[in-house]
C-alpha cells in the first residue's frame, strides 16, 4: 500500500464520524437519561422551566420536546474536540418546585473528561437560563 493510502483512512474515519454527528438528533421518545446524569432543584413550576429550557441559546439548541410531560433533548454541534452530544432532559415537579435531570449521549463516539466537561457546562448553562444556585445541583456517575 502507498503511504498516502494511510493517511486516506484517518481522514475518511473523521469524515464520516462528523457527518454522523452532525445529522444525528435527539428524540423525545429515544434518547434516554441513562446512567450518567446530573440533576438539580428549582422553586420554579415545571411549566416555567420547561419554557425557559426551550428558549435555550447557543451553542445549545432545541432537538424535540413534549410540553404534556415536560421533556426536552437539546444538543450541542460537533467541535475540534468532540462530536457534540444530546442532553435529554426531564423536569418533575416536587415539594417544592422542580427537579431537572440532564443526562448526555454522544453524537458518535466518545468517552474520558470532555463528556463529563461538556455535561457540567450543559447544567451551567441551564442554572444560568434559570437561575439555579450551584450549591442545589446533585450529581449521579
Same mark, same amino acid.
Given at each position: 500500500?502507498?503511504p498516502?493510502t494511510?493517511?486516506l483512512?484517518?481522514?475518511?474515519?473523521?469524515g464520516l464520524g462528523?457527518?454522523i454527528?452532525?445529522s444525528? #438528533?435527539?428524540?423525545?421518545g429515544r434518547?434516554r437519561?441513562?446512567?450518567?446524569?446530573?440533576?438539580?432543584?428549582?422553586?420554579?413550576?415545571?411549566k416555567?422551566v420547561?419554557e425557559r429550557?426551550?428558549?435555550?441559546?447557543?451553542?445549545?439548541?432545541?432537538?424535540?420536546?413534549d410540553?404534556?410531560t415536560f421533556?426536552?433533548?437539546?444538543s450541542s454541534?460537533p467541535t475540534?474536540?468532540?462530536?457534540?452530544?444530546?442532553?435529554?432532559v426531564t423536569i418533575?415537579a416536587?415539594?417544592?418546585?422542580?427537579?431537572i435531570?440532564?443526562?448526555?449521549?454522544?453524537?458518535?463516539?466518545?468517552?474520558?473528561?470532555l463528556v463529563? #466537561?461538556?455535561?457540567?457546562?450543559?447544567?451551567?448553562?441551564?442554572e444560568d437560563?434559570i437561575?439555579?444556585p450551584?450549591? #442545589?445541583?446533585?450529581t449521579?456517575?
Open positions: 500500500m502507498h498516502a494511510y493517511m483512512i484517518p481522514i475518511a474515519v473523521v462528523y457527518f454527528a452532525s444525528k #438528533r435527539g428524540v423525545v434518547t437519561i441513562g446512567s450518567r446524569s446530573l440533576d438539580m432543584h428549582t422553586i420554579a413550576p415545571p416555567l420547561f429550557l426551550s428558549a435555550i441559546g447557543a451553542p445549545y439548541r432545541v432537538d424535540d420536546s410540553a404534556t421533556t426536552l433533548v437539546l454541534p475540534f474536540t468532540t462530536w457534540g452530544f444530546l442532553y435529554p418533575t416536587d415539594n417544592t418546585g422542580s427537579r435531570e440532564v443526562g448526555i449521549e454522544s453524537r458518535f463516539i466518545q468517552i474520558g473528561p463529563t #466537561r461538556a455535561h457540567k457546562q450543559c447544567l451551567a448553562a441551564i437560563l437561575g439555579v450551584a450549591a #442545589r445541583v446533585a449521579r456517575a
